[in-house]
């Protein structure tokens, strides 16, 4: 008889016994897999990784050689993928070594896993029963959360995968629900189906009728204003009428008749959850976000090429997949608007079915040797009205990069776009009742706007937006930008206080939602121009990148901070990224920076007074490309021009002086501060107590 050690170490199997579990894999959030012995056997690659979570998810069926090949390696020919597939293998083969038994099966067309021998936590959620529902727990995060981007054919695969596992645990959830009659039970139940779709009104309601039954009228009512909020920040609409009816009927029921006894009626019982309640069909991609929701419809061809042909369904997936990592937007799958336009495109009918509130569509068509590619962006709410354009033409000798840099570029562009579309419909509509993603849009345009009044207004919303949810990473991020803002323009009443201010905001910011590319970099910002740590900005640049690294934000940040560590060279390349990602940003007032610091320390003064002319016209009270410009003037003894520019600076900020810009700069090597400085003398700035005599410009030639 086999010993516990052996048996334990699955070294020993019994004829008609299950082999033992020798490796527990978690799938859900982040990917981990273990030994019994707790160790670590987690491939480092994420290729790896992939390839060991799709033969595991593919049980019990094995995986065939050729389609792991296709969803990992979609971009390569098949002779290549094949080989790399091999290479990824013999890898996976050597991390899996530790567990001291064979659990992988390799034959010449499939991967499988050993039955048995690996728990995987997914089986587990999908096993779950109403008798059995302890597992559902398990369901704590996304599906492979940290997997995205491995490749595109990758990301679909991954996106059906979690729709799969979402629905299969919100179907079992909302049994569950059903099954409850007596409030103690409804509560949990309904929390449990909420943990797995916050938008379900279903679980709402049942919640609030436990609580009132219950006699807690003001839980009731609490979950009530937790719905509102939640399905304005999902899906942007209000709580439907008999979710209304229901808040309004608690609101006025007050205690409970008595009964014949004179004691308290005893409380009805919580409704079961109906059997057609409808629910919200979420088609996330990624976390659950707040925001517009977004679909791109396959392109339409104009042609019959067949490799053109693979490149509409491609790019559409390309599109959604780098839209997802805007965690604000709320992206509907591309498979499931594919199945859907087979029989129409009718907008209307896409609307409805997918409650949509943006479409991006459009054309391929060939000419010549060229591809073209037109795509619009269209608002559904405002009766298809297209709110954005954009015509490609590229070479068809790489269809791939083609793919790649496209999709860049759209996603790029109108995510400001619709974030200003969304800021711009919330300023329409009376501001009672607000929700913090709300409040969070309404303070976007007064921030860009940089008048100070309307300005602090903005802070004022931001503020509201975080006391309203605590927890809202979006409101953290966005008031640490504020506060960028709120320093460098001098207007803030104690800048220590905004300094620490924006940085426990940023770090908040990046603690709620560590995924979030924007959070990141504007975490990075703070980090280089208040607090002067570019080491650990550039980290953080770097991170968000990884992340989403068509965020023009990231890119255009990352250079100005480059460029104050004196790397002008990686400043430049970083600063063209995001000038070729988004050309138009409504943010360049500020990324534009990034050029005009390279070129003033390059001593190429026309090119700085350039843009700093450009930017004056897009934003003239964003004080700090001022500076830029007028040390450019200075340098070059444009004593007209520079007066008027000294004026504008001094206007919006009367205590600058060249001691608060040594002070205050960010700048890492002397030599830059001193010939920024110098620039600015020359322009006039005064030296040190605001109010004295304006320095006269000197006849610079001399000093060359």
């Known amino acids: 008889m ?76 098949e002779e290549q993928a094949r080989a790399s597939l091999r290479q990824e ?56 959360e940290d997997l995205d981007g491995v490749d595109p054919a990758f990301d679909a695969w991954l996106v059906t995968e979690r729709e799969r596992l979402h629905d299969r645990a919100r179907t079992l959830a909302e049994s569950l629900l059903r099954e409850q009659v007596e409030p103690e039970g409804a509560i949990p139940a309904a929390q449990q189906l909420l943990a797995i779709d916050r938008a379900h009104e279903g679980a709402w309601r049942a919640l609030m009728r436990a609580h009132a039954a219950r006699g807690e009228r003001g839980m009731a009512i609490q979950a009530y204003d937790r719905c509102r909020h939640v399905l ?21 029921a007050g205690a409970r008749p008595a009964a014949a006894n004179g004691n308290p009626a005893p409380a ?91 479409l991006l569509d459009g054309t391929i068509q060939r000419v010549r040797t060229r591809l073209r590619i037109t795509l619009r962006l269209i608002d559904l709410r405002s009766g298809s009205q297209v709110v954005w354009a954009r015509r490609f033409d590229r070479q068809t000798n790489d269809l791939l990069t083609l793919q790649d840099e496209v999709a860049g570029e759209v996603v790029a562009q109108i995510d400001p776009e619709i974030l200003l579309i969304e800021a711009r419909r919330v300023a329409n509509r009376p501001p009672t009742d607000s929700s913090a993603y709300d409040l969070v849009l309404r303070a976007l345009p007064l921030i860009m706007r940089l008048e ?23 409101a953290h991020t966005w008031y640490a930008y504020y506060h960028i803002f709120l320093v460098g323009q001098g207007w803030a009443d104690d800048p220590q206080i905004a300094f620490e201010t924006a940085g426990k905001l940023a770090e908040r910011g990046v603690m709620l939602d560590p995924q979030d590319a924007r959070g990141l970099t504007v975490a990075g910002h703070v980090m280089a121009f208040l607090h002067h740590r570019l080491s650990e900005a550039i980290g953080l640049h770097e991170r968000a990148l990884s992340l989403n690294p068509n965020l023009a934000m990231a890119w255009a ?53 350039a843009i700093g002319r450009q930017v004056g016209q897009m934003s003239p009270t964003f004080s700090a490309a001022y500076k830029p410009y007028l040390a450019a003037l200075g340098h070059l003894g444009l004593i007209q021009e520079a007066a008027v520019v000294r004026r504008r600076l001094l206007e919006i900020e009367p205590d600058f002086t060249i001691q608060r810009f040594l002070a205050g700069s960010p700048f890492a090597r002397s030599a830059d501060r001193e010939h920024f400085a110098a620039g600015l003398r020359r322009g006039g700035v005064p030296e040190g107590t605001p109010g004295t005599p304006d320095r006269p410009l000197r006849d610079i030639s001399s000093t060359f």
């Open 452 to 474: 100070r009044v309307s300005f602090l207004k903005a802070g004022e919303y931001l503020e509201a937006a975080i006391r309203q949810e605590p927890d809202y990473a979006a």
């Open 557 to 609: 940040l990352s250079a100005i901070t480059f460029a104050y560590q004196g790397d002008l060279e990686e400043a430049e390349r970083r600063a063209e990224r995001y000038r070729k990602l988004s050309p138009l940003d409504p943010h360049s007032f500020l990324f534009e920076m990034s050029f005009m610091f390279v070129h003033l320390l390059r001593h190429d003064y026309e090119s700085t007074i």
């Open 89 to 144: 293998i013999h890898r996976l083969l050597e991390a899996l070594t530790p567990a001291g038994v064979e659990i992988l099966s390799v034959t010449r067309d499939h991967l499988s896993l050993r039955p048995g021998c690996v728990w995987v936590d997914v089986e587990e959620v999908l096993r779950a029963t109403v008798n059995r529902p302890a597992s559902l727990s398990l369901l704590d995060g996304d599906l492979l």
């Open 232 to 252: 304005s920040e999902l899906l942007d609409a209000a709580p439907s009428a008999e979710t209304q009816r229901l808040a309004a009927e608690i609101r006025g």
């Open 2 to 77: 086999a010993s516990a050690a052996q048996r334990l170490h699955g070294s020993v199997t019994t004829v008609g016994n299950p082999d033992p579990v020798v490796v527990r894999l978690r799938l859900i959030g982040q990917m981990e897999a273990w030994t019994i012995n707790s160790e670590s056997i987690l491939p480092q690659g994420r290729k790896t990784r992939a390839l060991l979570a799709v033969v595991a998810l593919s049980a019990p069926r094995p995986a065939l050689r050729g389609k792991l090949a296709e969803l990992l390696w979609s971009r390569r020919p």
């Open 268 to 358: 009805p019982p919580a409704p079961p959850l109906p059997a057609n309640e409808p629910r919200a069909e979420t088609h996330r991609v990624g976390a659950p976000r707040g925001g517009a929701r977004v679909g791109v419809l396959p392109l339409q061809m104009v042609g019959t090429d067949e490799e053109e042909a693979h490149l509409s369904l491609g790019l559409s997936e390309e599109i959604t997949t780098a839209l997802a990592r805007f965690r604000w937007m709320f992206l509907v799958s591309s498979n499931s608007l594919a199945r859907f336009v087979t029989d129409t495109r009718d907008e209307a009918a896409l609307r409805r079915a997918f409650g949509l509130d943006f």
